[in-house]
């Protein structure tokens, strides 16, 4: 069993880099591209260009631009099922991208957000070594459909799972105790600093790591520049730095981390090993624009 699973979102998205402040009521002038995107999508073509054996990413798309992505997720060497829909297009997300290189999203999650448990299938796990689903899936009813079938399917074969929060804005529109419930199963916790923090109920991202984790639950939190640190059984168990680069574009870091130290603990890293490993395919991902690994040559 060498396979990792993706369950979520494929989006594409815009992203737009204004060439200074935006000018209310008129024109600024700014760098747009189009491209492929979706914190599911991102992360497993991350894992998959970081060495895992096999990635399969279940997701919806709308008839729109299904051919696009699927080209484009096969291309990054992701086995793509994805379930076209016809009455919705694929979910648009508009990231713009100011000179710090952080970025501020408008969301329009379209065929994504309507991706139920009726489009899960158990055969999807055979041979799967884990399960990664997208924070995104708990915030409309279908997706924590989904969620619910692929926790039980992954609990009843005995496959880890590990979820990424994905969004402060949608967690607290949710409620923070009711996500908790939802990923009670979850073997591993992917948060950056603001959604630990948001989650644990205190600052301090060592503390929120230690205060999320548990004896069968390991919480990775990402730290931006500075790095990445992880918890089990309420103690500090790993610690990584940053590496210098220089940033253009923060859009997908976390996926890139988390699709970077899954790819690792899959091929026998240890938790420090995959910290690092995360940490080098995180600052790979904000030194180029867009979410997703550079094309093979």
Do not use: K
């Not at 990413?57 to 631009?65: F, I, P, W």
């Amino acid at each position: 069993m060498t396979a990792l699973l993706v369950v979520g979102d494929v989006v594409t998205d815009v992203v737009a880099r204004p060439a200074g402040p935006l000018s209310p009521g008129t024109d600024t002038a700014a760098a747009i591209r189009v491209l492929p995107g979706g914190a599911a999508a991102n992360l497993a073509c991350w894992a998959a260009r970081s060495g895992a054996a096999e990635v399969r990413l279940l997701a919806r798309v709308g008839a729109d631009s299904a051919d696009w992505h699927r080209a484009a997720l096969t291309a990054a060497g992701v086995r793509a099922h994805l379930v076209v829909d016809r009455e919705t297009p694929t979910g648009v997300v508009i990231a713009v991208v100011d000179e710090t290189a952080e970025r501020s999203f408008l969301t329009d999650g379209g065929a994504t957000v309507r991706l139920a448990a009726s489009d899960w299938d158990d055969a999807l796990l055979a041979g799967a070594a884990w399960v990664h689903l997208s924070g995104y899936l708990f915030f409309g009813a279908a997706g924590r459909g989904v969620a619910a079938r692929a926790f039980a399917a992954a609990r009843e074969r005995g496959i880890g799972v590990s979820v990424d929060p994905a969004s402060t804005g949608f967690l607290r529109a949710l409620g923070v105790d009711r996500f908790l419930s939802l990923v009670a199963d979850a073997a591993l916790l992917l948060p950056n600093e603001p959604e630990a923090a948001l989650l644990a109920g205190v600052a301090d991202p060592e503390r929120a790591a230690r205060r999320l984790s548990t004896d069968s639950r390991t919480v990775v939190v990402t730290l931006g520049a500075a790095g990445a640190l992880a918890a089990r059984g309420g103690r500090l168990v790993a610690r990584a730095a940053g590496l210098p680069t220089s940033a253009v574009d923060t859009t997908g870091a976390g996926d890139a981390f988390g699709g970077g130290f899954l790819a690792a603990r899959l091929a026998g890293a240890t938790v420090p090993q995959a910290l690092a490993a995360g940490c080098r395919t995180g600052a790979a991902a904000v030194a180029r624009v867009g979410a997703r690994p550079a094309p093979p040559d």
